[in-house]
């Protein structure tokens, strides 16, 4: 599967350390689910200062993990880490 990015909920399956996507944007939530392996990480992050904006780590297989965000991702976002499962980040 290729990367989803449409309408308020992206589906994001696929290592990207180039920008997925540029644009400022106002971010409700992430859900990270079907991590396989304790340790497998997923990190989000901002693609002008490298700073982390979401991350990640499973405790075991099947892991899955929430957070509301609210707030914005100002120069968009790049997922330079995905170890396994997808990623949904909800727009608001």
Do not use: C
């Not at 079907?34 to 499973?58: C, E, F, K, M, Y």
């Amino acid at each position: 599967m290729a990367n989803a990015l449409n309408d308020r909920l992206w589906i994001v399956d696929t290592v990207d350390a180039d920008v997925i996507d540029d644009q400022q944007m106002k971010v409700k939530s992430v859900r990270w689910v079907g991590a396989t392996t304790a340790g497998h990480q997923a990190i989000i992050r901002d693609p002008v200062t490298n700073t982390t904006l979401w991350s990640g780590v499973a405790t075991g297989a099947n892991n899955s993990e929430a957070e509301f965000i609210e707030s914005w991702w100002r120069n968009g976002f790049e997922v330079p880490t995905l170890s396994s499962g997808i990623l949904y980040i909800t727009l608001m």
